[in-house]
């Protein structure tokens, strides 16, 4: 079955940077839609990046000029570099996988096949 495993987070200050690294196995992370999710306590799940099998990347408002998705077809991992980072991006970041394309519309319903169990991210 399909896993994908995420690495990477931690606590650092505002202002610092992470980079997050999502691991996908019985799955080709160079097809279909990546993509990255967000929930903090209390609020929804917020989609925050997408990319597609052309490389092709979609970003929530809140983090656009300050987080890059890329793909690394070679290891079949999906990373989200994250600069600039403030208290506000605190929460759980979810790896999301599916076969299908259209990743903006899927960033922004959620409708992916195949979740990680996430890392969690804290800003202070």
């Known amino acids: 079955q399909v896993q994908l495993v995420e690495s990477g987070g931690g606590s650092v200050q505002d202002g610092g940077s992470l980079r997050l690294s999502c691991a996908a196995s019985?799955?080709?992370?160079?097809?279909?839609?990546m993509g990255w999710f967000r929930q903090a306590p209390g609020k929804e799940r917020e989609g925050v990046a997408a990319?597609?099998?052309?490389?092709?990347?979609s970003y929530a408002d809140s983090v656009k000029g300050r987080f890059t998705v890329s793909r690394d077809n070679a290891n079949n991992t999906v990373n989200l570099m994250m600069n600039g980072l403030k208290p506000e991006d605190t929460a759980m970041y979810s790896c999301?996988?599916?076969?299908?394309?259209?990743?903006?519309?899927?960033?922004?319903?959620?409708?992916?096949?195949?979740w990680g169990q996430g890392t969690q991210v804290t800003v202070s």
């Open positions: 999301a996988a599916d076969p299908s394309s259209d990743c903006s519309s899927r960033l922004s319903s959620g409708n992916f096949g195949f």
């Open positions: 019985k799955f080709s992370v160079s097809v279909g839609c």
């Open positions: 990319i597609d099998s052309d490389g092709i990347a």
